[in-house]
């Protein structure tokens, strides 16, 4: 654990994950769902299901622009999701006519039609809310660790918390572009949630590393044992590396349950939480503490 | 015990024995209160279920507010609800919910919704035909038989009415004193059947009918020409201002468009619900198996720490009400996890001053003041995150906003209570003591 050290390459490895998470993200996007977009998801159920293609006979006709029908399965019961763009009233009633007048017992479970209005203002109000816990965090930590002892300003604490935090919604949402491309994953609201849980995560972790600096730099300045800020630093990895692991453990305990038990709905859910939090322990490690070293070496040259 | 300091702040046994039970007994009581009022069906306290988690369907309407100056679209607003709440109504629903919602200020369009839950509700057809319906407006005389009393179209609706406006009787005008009036211009065509109708039924009652529902019946004192009337009967200023507001806008205030639709079977809730609640108790359990296993007895602390956590939370949820859904129930399991992390700190310093050659309630006092201002700065972020959530969010953000904010003071306030009180129960000892040592020991050494 010798950040002090291996300074230079823990800040190669940052820069490199941020090349490589932008990359992917800007390369490949992220794969919007319904709730972005605007559009309609209708999920049927059957007890005798009909063939894909007699449906897709069907609804050929009904829609000119396209749609995707896909076969979904759960327990017992199989049926089929329809997307498509967003319906009217009328068209939603013909939509449930044709996937219902096919197959045996066929039942709407589920059907959701957002317009692209109410989808461009999600997006608009996801990004506002990042941008405000962003600002909140960074002025919350600059008062919080004012007193800190030189070398570092507590301003350079609170840049350096929102760098970390960057760093723990851009792996998620690299991942989520990948499994976007490589399964067809949906980033939804709850997406946004997640992310939104991964930022009080990853600040909350951050600064508990943080904490344990500032009192062991108040402790050296007290005791005059004259360590080298670099040291108490190092020190302070030590003192809080258990802590953290423990913590992201229990929090993957619970969140590993969620995936595997929970359903569906929230699986997506569960998994960019997961590799928020492994991500946000990672960063409140190896991402923040190099940080702080280089900006006290930057301090003294 | 050699150090008469510590001594001198030590409470007394009894004192922290009466405090520990006290602490237990609070989360007994919540944890039975939880089980009570769910498994009671009729309980005044149920978990209140999202239409994800319940099923239903939620609609949302945008309301065209061009050509209306901007300072009354949020009345007009208000009556749109109230109009759209009556014709709900109608459908029986438990608890529907009619919201007015204003896009927000940052994101600079102007649109103001009306969002509509209907739980139970997934056939959607009869209630959006019944929402966007145009309204009717109908004057009927009433024809009294011997036993009932029968209304007779006149042909005289809500087509003809040009305006009604809300005035107070003057003293001079025959008995009206300050009485709330409201008075009503027909158009040309309307004044001409109005007085018709009027000439030929003087003295008998002419009943006004919205939505086919008599809003007043009012009696006709004389043949009205010129197409205004004054209908008196006896309102309150309130029930005056409700009819004006019901003739005036008994065609919607607003024209409305319907811009999204989502229903969820009754039965996908259930399930997404069972299996939520499964990935909960399985999630609880874990992390309780692994605190005891890594930090032993005060992991067994951290545990019943942790189910008070959870019956504060749930009991919380119950008496706010929070309404439940798959976000919220998910970020309730996040802070599951995340709910010790409050005892993992202070464990963690604990232990640093136990080895570090205290004894072990010294250790456990010293440990609490050590960790606070990590807990303090760390939570308080959390929360200010969740403040902001809640505000910027749309409502399935507010939800897990909300949980995630409650679920932040609640780990505190467990993991310092709870924690803290039977942590300095426990027998005092040091590392070298053999067994009783070892159990309060944990973890490897870094």
Same mark, same amino acid.
Request: proline share 3%; hydrophobic share 45%; with cysteine.
């Given at each position: 654990?010798?950040?002090?050290?291996?300074?230079?390459?823990?800040?190669?490895?940052?820069?490199?994950?941020?090349?490589?998470?932008?990359?992917?993200?800007?390369?490949?996007?992220?794969?919007?769902?319904?709730?972005?977009?605007?559009?309609?998801?209708?999920?049927?159920?059957?007890?005798?299901?009909?063939?894909?293609?007699?449906?897709?006979?069907?609804?050929?006709?009904?829609?000119?622009?396209?749609?995707?029908?896909?076969?979904?399965?759960?327990?017992?019961?199989?049926?089929?999701?329809?997307?498509?763009?967003?319906?009217?009233?009328? =068209?939603?009633?013909?939509?449930?006519?044709?996937?219902?007048?096919?197959?045996?017992?066929?039942?709407?479970?589920?059907?959701?039609?957002?317009?692209?209005?109410?989808?461009?203002?999600?997006?608009?109000?996801?990004?506002?809310?990042?941008?405000?816990?962003?600002?909140?965090?960074?002025?919350?930590?600059?008062?919080?660790?004012? +007193?800190?002892?030189?070398?570092?300003?507590?301003?350079?604490?609170?840049? /350096?918390?929102?760098?970390?935090? /960057?760093?723990?919604?851009?792996?998620?949402? *690299?991942?989520?572009?990948?499994?976007?491309?490589?399964?067809?994953?949906?980033?939804?609201?709850?997406?946004?949630?997640?992310?939104?849980?991964?930022?009080?995560?990853?600040?909350?972790?951050?600064?508990?590393?943080?904490?344990?600096?500032?009192?062991?730099?108040?402790?050296?300045?007290?005791?005059?044992?004259?360590?080298?800020?670099?040291?108490?630093?190092?020190?302070?990895?030590?003192?809080?590396?258990?802590?953290?692991?423990?913590?992201?453990?229990?929090?993957?305990?619970?969140?590993?349950?969620?995936?595997?038990?929970?359903?569906?709905?929230?699986?997506?859910?569960?998994?960019?939480?997961?590799?928020?939090?492994?991500?946000?322990?990672?960063?409140?490690?190896?991402? *923040?503490?190099?940080?702080?070293?280089?900006?006290?070496?930057?301090?003294?040259? | 015990?050699?150090?008469?300091?510590?001594?001198? +702040?030590?409470?007394?046994?009894?004192?922290?024995?009466?405090?520990?039970?006290?602490?237990?007994?609070?989360?007994?009581?919540?944890?039975?209160?939880?089980?009570?009022?769910?498994?009671?069906?009729?309980?005044?306290?149920?978990? +209140?279920?999202?239409?994800?988690?319940?099923?239903?369907?939620?609609?949302?309407?945008?309301?065209?507010?061009?050509?209306?100056?901007?300072?009354?679209?949020?009345?007009?607003?208000?009556?749109?609800?109230?109009?759209?709440?009556?014709?709900?109504?109608?459908?029986?629903?438990?608890?529907?919910?009619?919201?007015?919602?204003?896009?927000?200020?940052?994101?600079?369009?102007?649109?103001?919704?009306?969002?509509?839950?209907?739980?139970?509700?997934?056939?959607?057809?009869?209630?959006?035909?019944?929402?966007?319906?145009?309204?009717?407006?109908?004057?009927?005389?009433?024809?009294?038989?011997?036993? =009932?009393?029968?209304?007779?179209?006149?042909?005289?609706?809500?087509?003809?009415?040009?305006?009604?406006?809300?005035?107070?009787?003057?003293?001079?005008?025959?008995?009206?004193?300050?009485?709330? &009036?409201?008075?009503?211009?027909?158009?040309?065509?309307?004044?001409?059947?109005? =007085?018709?109708?009027?000439?030929?039924?003087?003295?008998?009652?002419?009943?006004?009918?919205?939505?086919?529902?008599?809003?007043?019946?009012?009696?006709?004192?004389?043949?009205?020409?010129?197409?205004?009337?004054?209908?008196?009967?006896?309102?309150?200023?309130?029930?005056?201002?409700?009819? &004006?507001?019901?003739?005036?806008?008994?065609?919607?205030?607003?024209?409305?468009?319907?811009?999204?639709?989502?229903?969820?079977?009754?039965?996908?809730?259930?399930?997404?619900?069972?299996?939520?609640?499964?990935?909960?108790? /399985?999630?609880?359990?874990?992390?309780?198996?692994?605190?005891?296993?890594?930090?032993?007895?005060?992991?067994? /602390?951290?545990?019943?720490?942790?189910?008070?956590?959870?019956?504060?939370?749930?009991?919380?949820?119950?008496?706010?009400?929070?309404?439940?859904?798959?976000?919220?129930?998910?970020?309730?399991?996040?802070?599951?996890?995340? *709910?010790?992390?409050?005892?993992?700190? &202070?464990?963690?310093?604990?232990?640093?001053?136990?080895?570090?050659?205290?004894?072990?309630?010294?250790?456990?006092?010293?440990?609490?003041?050590?960790?606070?201002?990590?807990?303090?700065?760390?939570?308080?972020?959390?929360?200010?995150?969740?403040?902001?959530?809640?505000?910027?969010?749309?409502?399935?953000? +507010?939800?897990?906003?909300?949980?995630?904010?409650?679920?932040?003071?609640?780990?505190?306030?467990?993991?310092?209570?709870?924690?803290?009180?039977?942590?300095?129960?426990?027998?005092?000892?040091?590392?070298?003591?053999?067994?009783?040592?070892?159990?309060?020991?944990?973890?490897?050494?870094?």
């Amino acid at each position: 654990m010798n950040i002090a050290r291996y300074t230079k390459q823990f800040l190669v490895a940052m820069v490199l994950i941020f090349i490589v998470a932008i990359g992917v993200v800007s390369t490949y996007g992220l794969n919007l769902g319904i709730d972005f977009t605007g559009g309609s998801l209708t999920e049927v159920s059957y007890t005798v299901a009909p063939e894909q293609a007699m449906l897709e006979e069907e609804l050929d006709s009904l829609f000119e622009e396209g749609y995707s029908l896909r076969q979904s399965e759960d327990g017992e019961t199989v049926g089929y999701i329809l997307r498509s763009r967003d319906l009217s009233e009328e =068209e939603r009633e013909t939509v449930y006519g044709v996937l219902t007048s096919v197959g045996e017992g066929g039942v709407v479970t589920r059907f959701a039609s957002i317009g692209p209005v109410i989808g461009e203002e999600l997006k608009d109000k996801a990004s506002w809310a990042i941008a405000g816990v962003v600002l909140i965090t960074i002025c919350y930590v600059a008062f919080a660790f004012r +007193k800190v002892p030189k070398p570092v300003g507590s301003w350079t604490y609170g840049g /350096i918390t929102i760098l970390a935090l /960057i760093h723990d919604v851009l792996v998620p949402t *690299a991942v989520m572009s990948v499994l976007g491309i490589t399964f067809g994953a949906e980033v939804d609201v709850l997406f946004v949630t997640a992310l939104l849980a991964v930022l009080g995560y990853s600040v909350n972790d951050t600064i508990v590393v943080f904490d344990r600096v500032r009192e062991n730099l108040l402790l050296n300045e007290e005791k005059k044992t004259g360590k080298t800020f670099e040291t108490v630093v190092e020190d302070s990895v030590k003192d809080t590396i258990v802590r953290s692991v423990n913590t992201s453990l229990t929090t993957i305990l619970a969140l590993g349950a969620l995936y595997f038990l929970g359903g569906d709905t929230t699986q997506l859910f569960a998994l960019t939480l997961i590799v928020g939090v492994l991500a946000g322990t990672y960063s409140s490690l190896f991402i *923040a503490n190099p940080l702080l070293v280089a900006a006290s070496r930057r301090k003294k040259a | 015990m050699e150090d008469t300091a510590v001594q001198k +702040k030590e409470t007394t046994p009894l004192m922290r024995g009466i405090q520990a039970i006290l602490v237990l007994l609070i989360g007994g009581l919540l944890g039975y209160f939880v089980y009570s009022t769910t498994v009671n069906t009729e309980s005044n306290y149920p978990f +209140k279920l999202g239409l994800d988690l319940a099923g239903g369907s939620h609609l949302v309407y945008e309301a065209d507010v061009a050509g209306v100056d901007s300072e009354e679209v949020p009345e007009l607003m208000n009556v749109l609800k109230d109009v759209i709440e009556r014709r709900v109504n109608i459908f029986g629903v438990s608890e529907p919910i009619v919201q007015v919602e204003t896009s927000s200020v940052v994101s600079g369009a102007d649109s103001h919704r009306l969002v509509v839950e209907l739980p139970g509700v997934t056939d959607v057809k009869d209630a959006v035909a019944e929402i966007g319906r145009t309204p009717l407006l109908e004057f009927k005389l009433v024809e009294v038989t011997e036993e =009932e009393a029968l209304f007779i179209d006149t042909g005289l609706t809500g087509r003809y009415l040009e305006r009604a406006v809300l005035q107070f009787g003057q003293g001079n005008q025959g008995g009206l004193s300050n009485e709330p &009036v409201v008075s009503i211009t027909f158009t040309a065509e309307g004044a001409d059947l109005f =007085e018709t109708i009027t000439a030929s039924h003087i003295g008998e009652p002419l009943a006004i009918f919205l939505d086919g529902e008599v809003m007043s019946s009012p009696i006709i004192n004389e043949a009205i020409s010129g197409g205004s009337a004054v209908i008196s009967g006896n309102f309150t200023p309130t029930e005056a201002r409700d009819l &004006v507001q019901n003739l005036n806008f008994g065609a919607l205030p607003l024209p409305i468009a319907l811009v999204s639709t989502q229903t969820i079977d009754a039965s996908l809730g259930a399930n997404l619900l069972s299996e939520g609640v499964t990935a909960g108790v /399985i999630g609880v359990a874990l992390v309780l198996a692994f605190m005891l296993l890594w930090y032993r007895l005060p992991g067994l /602390i951290a545990g019943v720490a942790l189910l008070s956590y959870g019956a504060l939370m749930l009991a919380l949820f119950k008496v706010v009400p929070v309404t439940l859904t798959a976000a919220g129930l998910a970020g309730f399991i996040l802070s599951i996890g995340m *709910a010790v992390d409050a005892n993992v700190l &202070v464990f963690e310093r604990i232990k640093e001053e136990f080895r570090s050659g205290k004894d072990s309630r010294e250790a456990a006092r010293s440990g609490f003041s050590r960790a606070w201002s990590a807990i303090r700065d760390g939570n308080m972020t959390s929360l200010l995150s969740a403040i902001i959530l809640f505000w910027f969010g749309t409502s399935l953000v +507010k939800g897990f906003a909300l949980v995630f904010g409650f679920g932040v003071i609640a780990s505190m306030l467990t993991a310092l209570v709870v924690t803290r009180t039977l942590l300095i129960i426990l027998p005092s000892t040091r590392k070298e003591e053999g067994f009783f040592a070892r159990l309060l020991d944990s973890g490897t050494h870094m």
